[in-house]
């Protein structure tokens, strides 16, 4: 009796677990969607270039498993390369709180098979190698399964993307907005001292 009492509260647990305050382990989702992602250049540019995704259900045979799914998210990941040294790139299990996946591509409607798009990465996407991940979202908005372009070690099919970083693009919004006040106090300036003069002159 007492061991049934255990295994019937371990169960609880875990179950509890994968779902405290609304957060979804990543490693409770079912690895169900094959996801790839192709591109023709090497190093491929923010704003400029294209990667064609395609994915589709793992089983596709095998009717009604994916009967829960009814939407699928696609998003940009940092791969472990650039996550080195990078807290705010962290990996975490607790899905609101990993930040590996902080780009989202495109969030469609659910099929099981013939899924694809093309996306010109985004200008504010930094410089890193990256992967794709696609959720499986059911009616309640939640992550029920997932797909990645790359191996479970995040080695494989990777892409690089050069771009200005987020925080580069913030020192140069500054440092422009401070030229744009240096020239206008400079103007200002100028001008009040032209109007002393003038004022000067005619006492």
């Known amino acids: 009796m007492a061991t049934r ?5 371990t169960l609880l647990l875990s179950c509890l677990a994968a779902t405290s305050h609304g957060e979804i382990l990543f490693s409770s989702l079912k690895s169900s969607l094959l996801v790839s992602a ?13 990667i064609t995704l395609t994915w589709s259900y793992k089983s596709s045979n095998l009717a009604g498993t994916d009967s829960t799914y009814k939407t699928v998210k696609l998003k940009l990941c940092y791969a472990p390369i650039s996550q080195k040294d990078r807290a705010w790139r962290r990996t975490e299990d607790h899905l609101k709180k990993d930040k590996t996946c902080q780009f989202d591509i495109v969030t469609k409607p659910y099929k099981s098979a013939n899924n694809n798009f093309t996306w010109t990465i985004e200008r ?30 995040k080695t494989d099919d990777l892409f690089e993307v050069q771009a200005i970083s987020g925080r580069h693009a913030t020192l140069d919004i500054c440092s422009v907005v401070f030229s744009v006040f240096s020239v206008v106090s400079l103007f200002g300036f100028f001008y009040m001292e032209k109007r002393k003069a003038k004022a000067s002159q005619h006492k």
């Not at 009492?5 to 509260?9: E, G, H, P």
Request: charged share 20%; no cysteine; aromatic share 10%.
């Open 5 to 9: 009492l255990f295994l019937v509260a």
């Open 38 to 50: 192709s591109h023709r250049q090497g190093v491929l540019k923010a704003g400029e270039g294209d």
């Open 124 to 153: 504010d996407v930094p410089t890193g190698t990256y992967f794709v991940r696609a959720y499986a979202l059911n009616s309640a908005g939640e992550e029920s399964g997932y797909g990645q372009n790359t191996n479970a070690e």
